[in-house]
C-alpha cells in the first residue's frame, strides 16, 4: 500500500484545496435576437428566442 514519504505541510494542503476549488464562471453569448447575454443552449430571459426562434412570449415572463 502506497504512503506518503514525508507529512504533507498545512501550506502546501490549503494551496492545493484552494486550487481545486476554483469555481468556473460560464460564459455568456449575446442574444441574436437582442443583444443581451445569456448562458449558452437556454432560451433567452429578456425576449425568449432561441437559435432565432421565439419559444417563449414576453408575456409569460411578467
Known amino acids: 500500500m502506497p504512503v506518503p514519504?514525508?507529512?504533507?505541510s498545512k501550506s502546501r494542503k490549503k494551496m492545493r484545496k484552494a486550487y481545486n476549488s476554483v469555481m468556473q464562471l460560464p460564459q455568456l453569448i449575446e442574444c441574436s435576437?437582442?443583444?443581451e447575454?445569456?448562458?449558452p443552449h437556454r432560451v433567452c430571459n429578456h425576449c425568449g428566442f432561441y437559435k432565432g426562434q421565439q419559444v417563449i412570449s414576453k408575456e409569460?415572463?411578467?
Open 37 to 39: 447575454k445569456t448562458l
Open 33 to 35: 435576437n437582442c443583444g
Open 60 to 62: 409569460a415572463f411578467v
Open 5 to 8: 514519504k514525508r507529512k504533507v
